[in-house]
C-alpha cells in the first residue's frame, strides 16, 4: 500500500509532463519566415474562366484576394497609399463599395 | 501417427534453426541501397496493404472540399512530406532517391480503379499511423485528426496542381497587401 502511493506520487507528475507534448501549433513548423505566395499569376488569370465551386480556385482566391483586389483596384490602391502617409485615418466609406 | 509427429517436430526445429543461424550470421543486406529478394519484397508489400486496409476499413471519411481545409493541408504537406513526396514539377529529391522503400509520388494521379473514399481512409490512415521500418513517419502523435484530414482533403488535388497553383497555396505567409509607395529609383 505504501509503496503504491509513493509509485503514485512519482508517476502523476511524470503523466503531466508528458501531457503537454501533445499535438503542436503549426507556427512551430515555422523555421524562418513564413513564406508568402507569389500572387502575380492570380492577376494574369481571366476570372470569367474560373469554376467558382473549385474548392482549389476558392483557396487560392483566400490566398491571394487582399492582395490582387488592391493592387489592380487603381482607387483603392490610392486610398492605401493615403493611409500610408497618414494623410487620412479611414478610407472613405464610399471608395471601399464595390 | 507418432512417428509422422516426431518427423514434423524435428523438421519444425530445423526449420527454426535455420532461420535462427540466417539472423545471426549477418548475411541478410540491411541497407536501403541493396534492394530486397523478390519474394521478401512482395512479403512485405502484400502484409503492408493488406494491413492497412483492414486497418482503415471502418474509418469514416468526412467532407473534404472546404477550402480551409487545403490551406492548412498543404502548408503541412509542404513543410512535412514534400522531401519525400514531391512537389508538382519536381522529378526526384535526394531522400525519395535514398529512401526504400521509395516514397511513392503524391503529384501523381491515382490508379482509376481505386475506390476514391477507400483511397481517403488509406491515406488517412497512413498519415496518422506511419509504416513500421519504412521512414514514413506517424504523424498523428503530433497532429490531431483535423489536420490530419487536412492533409488529405490537400492530397486529393495535389495530381491536379500547377506549380503556380501548389506555391499559392502552400505559403504560410500573407499575401502582401500594402503596395511599396516608398522605393524611389
Known sequence: MKHKSSTLWFTAPACALAMQVWAHD??????KEPRDPDCSAMQEMDHSHMDSDDPVMQAMMQKCMPHTTKESDPKMKEELHNDAAGEHAHPSADSLRR | MTRHLCTLSVLALLAV??????VMSGRYPVGADVSHWQVTH?????LRERSIAH???RIHVPPLDAPDMLLSGGA????????CHLRPGEDSTDLKIGLYPSPPELTASARSNVDEQEQSRR???IIKHGIKASGMPAWGKTHDDQRIWAMVAFLKRLPELTPTQYQIITARGKAQAEPDCHQRS
Do not use: G
Open chain 2, 76 to 83: 503541412d504537406y509542404n513543410d512535412m512530406c514534400a522531401a
Open chain 2, 55 to 57: 486497418a482503415a476499413a
Open chain 1, 26 to 31: 503549426p507556427s512551430e513548423h515555422i523555421k
Open chain 2, 17 to 22: 534453426a535455420s532461420v535462427a543461424v540466417f
Open chain 2, 123 to 125: 491515406q488517412f490512415w
Open chain 2, 42 to 46: 512482395w512479403l512485405l508489400e502484400s
